[in-house]
């Protein structure tokens, strides 16, 4: 599994349905030590800079790398 911080350095591109998309840009350490959110900077103006809990899994999807969806594609 992929780690936050593989998708800053990649410059990973994510969607949200409420959001479009946008590029994770780092990690939001909260002191209470609950839970850290992940910074994603949207390319929409008005949606600017957001944070998302750390299991963004469920507000975000990671958009796929056009050459891994092609070697998928061949693999079937």
């Known amino acids: 599994m ?3 911080k593989h998708y800053i350095e990649k ?8 959001f479009g998309v946008g590029e994770i840009v ?3 350490k ?3 030590g609950i839970n850290d959110y992940i910074e994603v900077k949207f390319y929409s103006e008005s949606n ?3 944070l998302f809990p750390q299991d963004f899994k469920s507000e975000l999807r ?3 790398n056009p050459m891994e ?3 998928m594609l061949k693999c079937l």
């Open 26 to 28: 780092g990690i939001y």
């Open 2 to 4: 992929k780690t936050i």
């Open 62 to 64: 990671v958009i796929s």
């Open 48 to 50: 600017g800079t957001r």
């Open 11 to 18: 410059k990973t591109k994510i969607y949200s349905l409420e």
């Open 69 to 71: 969806l092609t070697f």
């Open 30 to 32: 909260l002191y209470d």
